[in-house]
């Protein structure tokens, strides 16, 4: 028989306990602190609420051993507890104790490699920092490593990757729960050898700050992740550039290494595969692509170039190849090594990638250098630029200082440009402008200087490889002028670094940049003929760049642009209809989206979008040129932030940006016909990236601009 209502009432409430009333936190008070990028106004903000924010006092203890590998699972003395005052048996039997770490920033890739002096490979490193909170909160927290990664917070081992790898920002997140009190926070990093780096920052504002303030900053500052992959609104961008995927066979795994359409309007795909795939119907509307197979069995082909219906040169690994269709039934029945001249050593990161053609019909390939560790540049000519004459199979060395140079082409006017990918000596992802003779930052190829027709231009020293290895003392940043200089002697000569037209800030504008690409459809797609458009592998999206020159340098603005495709860009081709295809890969690096391949379309659907069109420097400030006049009523008292940060040129595996800041911005003025608004900044420099962000204007209706950021490289000052 059920009990009454009432009876089960009371009978519930004895059984079941009640729930402990929970400490009232004390009500935090402090303000939003905006620091002209997002890590910087993280911790100030954080500060201001009297919250923790890693800044303070750090230690360090160590070596202890990581002989095969085994530091990582091995539970030395500070996992059992740390007390500063203690000692422990570390490498080779060594009394080791705690000392200040005076030298960690938290935002930083930070360099750990000179904390023990006689100390370069088989190592172990903890490092501590206790702080104070005034309440309980979760936080999640940023890390990067080279190599392994363990964190520990009270106590708690909350994180554990066998990593191998360059350490970046934003490598590893974990949330955390922070307890009201004091706080223990542990993190150990083990080497094998090579670099060694830590890097720690908070990745966003906690909960325990009120909804607003976070708003704020994540209006100022999106995540990298968000800002620069899926979070810039893709279905925003679809109303101005939808996207057709087109479905492929089964049998066909389009993983696209070149793109290129022949004159009677097929588009022939190379694949890392080794395959070339004809598609005969990509601008049709049709879903499902009618696709055949031209060739196959080539090695790893990354590039070609389309003479006519019946040609096409094709670059793979270790050779330029001419393949030819002589009776013109759909499959290639000739295959001619055109030139096999620069070399190949096994390496799997010894890619080749091209060619670019010019007006007299030389061909220009890209050299990828090996990866990693010490000799990247095993073979003759990696990371070398060559020049092919196609008649003769000749090779010339053309260029030097390449890292992972993946695409290069030419633009309308008849440069040669290319795109670099982050990693040792390349601070983040680049777009630079070739010619002879001139170096372009990594030193793994200044091995082969002295058989080129540049011997003599480099010092004897470095050219032998003997080059200084980046570390302080010697390490060196942009000096204002557009070259670099060491910050301390002695080393080596070095010859001068031809700095980027644009840098991509990592992450925001992408992590893997791919081939360059120039509209030139005369407006069939959309308002930005002659700008140049560049893949990015990892975050799947397209970029968009404007260049000028200045005193006869290229420099200019990068602006994202279409985010939320399937999968990796790695090559753009413009269609005779003047839609983009792009084609697809993640390689096994992965990359946003989750296809493994694939290719897609996009196309210009016929309304101009609200967005920023190019940069332009002044004397005084920039030009910013919008796409339609811009309301006058939205301008407001300051409608325009500028932020610059420069980075430092060295052999780590990327830089972080480095000296940022918020940069003293006047009174803009709108031009008469409401397109051009020029803004004032007090002291421009050269060597830097500025940001130029236009979140409150808007045009005639309220739209505000699609992407409201602007990344504008300065190499040289407007006379």
Known sequence: MPLPRIALAVALAAAVPLVAQQPKQPALKGEYVNKGNRN??????????????????WHHAGPFDNAGKAGFDAAYGPEKGVDLKATYPGKG????????????????????????????????????????????????LSFGSDDTLSVFVNGKRVLHEPHVRG??????????????????????????????AVYAHPAELPAVLTESIRKRLERDFPPPAVAAAIGRDSAAEAKFYPVNTLNLPADCVLEAGGLGFRPDGKLLACT?????????????????????????????????????????YVVQRPELTKLTDADGDGAADGFATVCDKWGVSGDYHEYAFGPARDRDGNFFVTLNVGFGGGDQAKAPWRGWCVKVDPKTGGMEPWAYGLRSPNGVNFSPDGDLFYCDNQGEWVATNKMQHIRKGRFYGHQAPLR?????????????????????????????????????????????????VDPPCVWFPYGRMGKSASEPVWDTTGGKFGPFAGQAFVG??????????????????????????????????????????????????????????????????ISYGG???????????????????????????????????????????????????????AEAVGAATLSADGTVLSVPVAGLRKGRVYEIRVEGVTAAGG?????????????????
């Open 167 to 196: 350490a970046a920002a934003d490598q590893d997140f974990v949330e955390v729960d922070i307890k009201a009190g004091k706080n223990e926070l542990l993190v150990k990093v083990c080497q094998e050898a090579g670099e060694w």
């Open 40 to 57: 910087d106004s993280i911790r100030a903000t954080l500060a201001s609420f009297g919250l923790p924010n890693l800044e303070g006092t």
């Open 607 to 661: 309304t101009v979008p609200f967005e920023i069109h190019h940069v332009a420097l002044t004397r005084d400030g920039f030009d910013v040129a919008f796409t339609r006049p811009v309301d006058r009523a939205s301008l407001g008292a300051k409608p325009v932030s500028v932020g610059s940060h420069t980075y430092v040129y060295f052999k780590n595996y990327g830089s972080p940006e480095t000296d940022v800041r």
């Open 703 to 719: 739209e505000k601009v699609l992407h409201p950021e602007a990344y504008y490289t300065l190499n040289e000052l407007v006379k």
């Open 448 to 496: 082969w200087v002295k058989d080129s027709p540049f011997a003599g231009s480099v010092s004897d020293q470095v050219a032998s490889g003997m080059w200084y290895d980046g570390t302080v003392p010697g390490q060196r940043k942009w000096n204002g002028v557009g070259r670099f200089v060491r910050w301390a002697a002695p080393a080596p000569a070095y010859p001068d």
């Open 93 to 140: 039997g060594k009394q080791v104790g705690w000392q200040e770490f005076k030298g960690f920033a938290p935002g930083k890739v930070v360099n750990l490699i000179n904390l023990y002096p006689g100390t370069k490979r088989d190592a172990v490193v903890y490092l501590y920092h206790a702080f104070e909170s005034p309440v309980a909160f979760k936080w999640k």
């Open 536 to 601: 990015d592998q990892t975050n799947s999206c397209v970029m968009r760049v404007a260049l000028e020159k200045v005193n006869g340098v290229y420099q200019g603005a990068c602006f994202p642009f279409r985010s939320g495709l399937q999968c990796g860009v790695n090559r753009l081709c413009f269609a005779p209809d003047g839609s983009l295809m792009v084609g697809q890969t993640n390689r096994g690096w992965g990359s946003l989206g989750g296809k493994p391949f694939g290719l897609q379309r």
């Open 272 to 312: 890392r595969r080794g395959d070339v795939w004809l598609v005969h119907n990509p601008t049709t509307g049709e879903a499902d692509a009618k696709v055949t197979r031209f060739a196959t069995g080539l090695h790893e082909a990354l590039g070609l170039w389309v003479q006519d219906d019946k040609t096409v």
